[in-house]
């Protein structure tokens, strides 16, 4: 399983980018996809997974401001990220469970992408 995450970048405070994560079976569900981030000299964060039922579980620090949502029969899932902060400064990962839905636990995810960085400039 090969997870391609692409999107990322560099912006301004404020400014908005997509990231997207596609993978390379069918068998993995869009559903049981997440993103993660790690920021140099701290620990991989989640980010955002999608809600069994619809909607997305985002972490405190990007509620209100990022978007999941997918395309299943692309089998991809994307990232929207507005009103980017410096804090967002990060590499951003996707990661997919082979079985269930998404989760908010990195220790839980089987397949993990190569990352894309983003960098958010004051």
């Known amino acids: 399983v090969q997870l391609q995450a692409s999107g990322g970048g560099l912006v301004q405070t404020g400014g908005s980018l997509r990231l997207s994560c596609v993978a390379s079976v069918r068998t993995i569900r869009t559903n049981g996809m997440a993103w993660f981030r790690q920021a140099p000299g701290k620990e991989r964060e989640f980010v955002a997974t999608?809600?069994?039922?619809?909607?997305?579980l985002y972490a405190d620090s990007v509620k209100g401001r990022f978007i999941i949502s997918k395309n299943s029969a692309s089998n991809t899932v994307y990232l929207q990220m507005s009103n980017l902060k410096p804090e967002d400064t990060a590499v951003y990962y996707c990661?997919?469970?082979?079985?269930?839905?998404?989760?908010?636990?990195?220790?839980?995810?089987?397949?993990w992408g190569q990352g894309t960085q983003v960098t958010v400039s004051s």
């Open positions: 999608l809600r069994w039922g619809g909607g997305g």
């Open positions: 990661a997919a469970r082979s079985r269930g839905y998404g989760s908010s636990d990195f220790a839980e995810y089987d397949y």
